[in-house]
């Protein structure tokens, strides 16, 4: 049968108790418990490189306004399809990403204004660099086609509808304006027969 | 077992390509002995494919790594649970994925169909049989697309699971939106034969309707465990971001939507038969072009597969099955010619036309939208992008049109309605719209689309609620049923319709929840273990987040980084969250994947508290964290509920057969009068 060393034994309990205790404790109540020097000492990762490439500093311009809303005009050129503030803030092993913000967030530092800076990225990556192309020359075609294609079709749709209602009803009441062939006493006497029959 | 499945593989593709060889020659020839062994052939493909199945799945589960595609998808410390999904994580795998349940939709087609419709079933069995062996030769004839290549050596663990594959969500996915693709072949089949057999009544879509709905509530379900698996694994906090992928498996699912309400009006009145059947045609080949794009990766997506030459295969089946569907359909044209015409603007039969015209005018500026980026490349050389932005200003306008004619549908009578008839019908809605509208203006609101988003949920849930509350009443009066018990048989006896308006409920209940996200609120904090930062939620919460500290520890497959948070809101504890790092290892303890980020999650009913960790700057407990506060998105999942739940309804079986057939004996006994001679 295998030993457990005093050591195994207490990490053993202490695996046991820890979540049961971290139900009650506040954190608080946990920055209390901790001293000081081994607050400090947990302070460090084990094993750093199990969280990915270290991560910069949060800085308020990170959740400047501005910033943010630049960052999702533009498109992250790392290969992915999202914006670059999407893109920052979540696919946390894109090097693109925090770079362009970096840039984004100088450029903002010296005063540009967010067209010119947006405009400059288009001017250097091209006008991929855009979530959605400017309406303007062909890409007005993107926007309005749908649009006016829905729009068209609804109409011709309506007018369509429309016209051959009103050839139904012509058709309707020109059946309707046919003088009807006399019906003879015999043919009356059935008709009267078959209806009392579904009557009764 | 791979040498066994390979066989299969051959197998199942000679005897597609004989069946639909029999299949159409013996319809042609009119020998029903020759048609009816095409079924038999049905079954054969089945059990070819269910052969290949078992063969690669314990190539899976015994870890052979010298098959290439074990050794791609899978680890010796992979979950179990994981491993079922590794058979469609892949390219391959999932081409036999698909041409496996396929084989079993072909058989179950012939099983299931009614004898009534027994003249189409060699026509049907004729295009699955051809449309199985076309997958069964990308896997043949594509290059690295069959997923029994072995490799020249063994490798000691496979590369495993990409991390955001192991996710209950991605188990669950993609079978579900793989069903709603496969499972739309059937009724294009029946279409197909309805075409080449020439009985262009409602017989193919009374033999295929269940199909449909079949295909339509696969789609949804997948498309929305899609958006669950989005929220939960991907860490951006959002359900939909119009990509490509994503685009594809939308085309089919509002295009079907819109056959599944025009087809009504062709078993009621007879209209509609060209459009019908375009419809599904079309349908049909935007699921197979959606499955171009996805695996040839001629457009940029997160979810493409690696590319290969399989896109060409795909773009060739494409051209020739629209040619010929088109061809067909051009030759049947005069026999589709409708028994009656529309006797007004103002009825249901236009109200469903325009239904159909916004989801299908929906359907093109997504595909639109899609392809925009090639047409602008093609036309000007220039590479655009096109994303959410670009989406959401041109179909933002769409959707609320279709809301509104969601509301509108059920209130209009059929054939023609008066104007008194409007006016009853529409005050219970339209009191729900501005007492919404009323409400929201009141309370602040000025965002125009989330405002007329949530008014005209209000005037669709009013349309739906009188609709219950009428048929509930009349039932208590005819039949003096208690409220309860009333509510059940106007269900159970009218199971098409009410299940429909249930599914409208759940459609209501997606849009509250996406208007939810436009109020979304997101930063980016750097926390010390026992720093605060304090989120204010679009509700007034006030959220303070305390960093705990972040634990390292091994689990199955992966060493995990957790960072735990305590959060008390308005300075009541909640409890704690954490999110994680994860590091996934192969059975030796070497790394395999780059870290992936487990989120935090916190829901309830108003909003979701939604927590993501970074990352660390330096090595220590000191971490950075993106915090988001996302209004409403439960409901995305509740509508999801709601939606498939209505649409079991709509698809069980029993209620609507009976009341059809009553109906048709009703109308028997009318026109059996022997008035013929008055007639005359």
């Known amino acids: 049968m295998r030993t457990l060393s005093r050591r195994q034994l207490l ?60 960052e999702r005009r533009l498109h992250c050129t790392c290969g992915c399809t999202l914006d670059i503030y999407t893109c920052r803030t979540t696919d946390f092993t894109c090097t693109y990403s925090p770079a362009l913000h970096k840039e984004i967030v100088a450029m903002v530092l010296a005063k540009q204004t967010p067209e010119q800076i947006v405009e400059a990225f288009v001017a250097r990556e091209g006008e991929k660099m855009l979530m959605a192309p400017v309406a303007s020359g062909f890409n007005l075609a993107g926007y309005l086609v749908p649009g006016l294609t829905v729009l068209s079709a609804g109409l011709a749709l309506a007018a369509y509808l429309s016209r051959r209602r009103t050839a139904v009803a012509a058709e309707a009441s020109a059946a309707a304006t046919v003088i009807p062939a006399p019906v003879d006493d015999e043919a009356l006497a059935r008709l009267k027969r078959a209806l009392d029959e579904v009557d009764s | 077992m791979t040498l066994l499945g390979s066989f299969a593989l051959w197998a199942a593709f000679l005897l597609g390509l004989w069946s639909a ?66 058979f469609w994580a892949g390219q391959k795998g999932s081409l036999l994925f698909w041409a496996v349940v396929l084989g079993i939709f072909g058989a179950l087609a012939q099983a299931l169909t009614s004898s009534r419709h027994k003249h189409l079933l060699p026509y049907v069995a004729g295009v699955t049989s051809v449309v199985v062996a076309f997958f069964v030769a990308v896997m043949l004839f594509g290059e690295h697309a069959n997923p029994f290549e072995r490799m020249a050596f063994t490798p000691p663990d496979g590369r495993g699971l990409n991390p955001q594959l192991q996710n209950p969500g991605m188990v669950m996915h993609p079978p579900m939106l793989y069903l709603g693709y496969i499972s739309l072949t059937v009724p294009f089949a029946f279409a197909i034969a309805a075409l080449l057999a020439r009985t262009l009544d409602a017989g193919w879509i009374i033999a295929m309707r269940k199909w449909a709905l079949a295909s339509w ?52 009145r007879g209209m509609l038969k060209r459009w019908n059947i375009s419809l599904m045609v079309g349908t049909y080949l935007l699921s197979i072009f959606g499955t171009f794009i996805t695996r040839s990766g001629v457009i940029a997506s997160v979810h493409s597969f690696t590319q290969s030459d399989i896109g060409s295969f795909f773009l060739a089946f494409l051209i020739v099955t629209a040619i010929v569907s088109f061809t067909l359909l051009y030759t049947r044209w005069p026999s ?103 409400v929201l203006i009141a309370m602040g609101m000025r965002d125009f689309y989330a405002m007329m988003a949530l008014a005209l949920a209000g005037f669709v849930t009013g349309t739906v609620l009188q609709e ?4 509930i009443r009349a039932r208590m009066t005819m039949h003096s049923e208690s409220p309860l018990l009333a509510l059940g048989r106007l269900v159970a006896r009218n199971r098409r319709r009410y299940g429909g308006y249930i599914v409208h409920i759940g459609v209501v209940v997606y849009f509250v929840a996406f208007t939810g996200l436009a109020f979304k609120v997101k930063t980016s904090v750097e926390l010390q273990p026992g720093q605060s930062t304090t989120v204010r939620s679009p509700y007034g919460h006030s959220y303070k987040l ?14 995990v980084s957790a960072a735990t948070l305590e959060v008390t809101r308005d300075g009541t504890r909640l409890g704690t969250i954490t999110s994680e790092k994860r590091q996934h290892i192969d059975s030796f303890g070497n790394p395999t994947f780059e870290p992936s980020t487990e989120v935090g999650i916190r829901s309830d009913l108003r909003e979701d508290l939604y927590v993501v960790y970074a990352g660390s700057p330096d090595g220590t407990e000191r971490a950075n964290f993106t915090i988001l506060i996302n209004p409403l998105v439960i409901w995305f999942w509740i509508g999801g509920a709601i939606l498939t739940f209505g649409g079991l309804i709509t698809m069980w079986p029993g ?25 005359e």
């Open chain 1, 11 to 70: 990490r053993g309990a202490a695996i046991v108790v820890t979540p049961v205790a971290a139900l009650r404790l506040t954190a608080q109540d946990l920055m209390k418990v901790l001293p000081k020097d081994s607050a400090a000492a947990a302070d460090r990762l084990a094993e750093p490189w199990l969280v990915g490439r270290p991560q910069a500093e949060i800085t308020a311009m990170d959740n400047d306004g501005t910033v943010i809303g630049i």
């Open chain 2, 336 to 438: 589709l010619k409708a028994d009656v015409e529309l006797e007004s603007l103002v009825s249901r039969e236009a109200a469903f036309l325009f239904n159909n015209l916004a989801l299908v005018g929906i359907a093109f500026s997504v595909l639109w939208g899609t392809l925009f980026p090639i047409i602008s490349e093609a036309v000007r050389g220039t590479k655009i992008t096109v994303g959410p932005p670009f989406f959401n200003r041109i179909n933002v306008p769409l959707g609320l049109f279709l809301l509104f004619l969601t509301g509108v549908g059920p209130l209009i009578a059929w054939r023609k309605a008066s104007a008194s008839n409007l006016r009853r019908q529409f005050i219970i809605p339209t009191a729900g719209f501005v007492l919404v509208a009323t």
């Open chain 2, 21 to 86: 060889a029999l299949a159409f020659f013996g319809r042609w020839q009119d020998r029903p002995a020759l048609a009816r062994s095409i079924i038999r052939g049905s079954y054969a493909i089945c059990a070819a494919l269910l052969v290949a199945a078992v063969a690669l799945w314990k190539g899976i589960f015994t870890h052979d790594f010298n098959i290439e595609y074990v050794a791609a998808y899978t680890s010796r410390n992979l979950p179990e649970y994981y491993l079922i999904s590794a």
């Open chain 2, 655 to 679: 209620g609507a057969q009976v009341r059809t057939v009553r109906r048709r004996a009703v109308a028997q006994a009318g026109y059996a009068v022997p008035l013929a001679g008055v007639a």
């Open chain 2, 468 to 471: 219950f509350y009428r048929g």
């Open chain 2, 217 to 268: 509530l696969f789609l949804s379900i997948g498309i929305t465990i899609g958006m669950w698996w989005a929220y939960v694994e991907l860490g951006w906090g959002g359900v939909w971001a119009w990509d490509p992928v994503e685009n594809a498996s939308f085309h089919p699912w509002l295009t079907l939507t819109a056959f599944l309400h025009s087809v009504m009006i062709q078993e009621k």
């Open chain 2, 546 to 559: 305390t960093h705990l500290g972040v634990s390292q520890y091994a689990a199955l497959n992966r060493r």
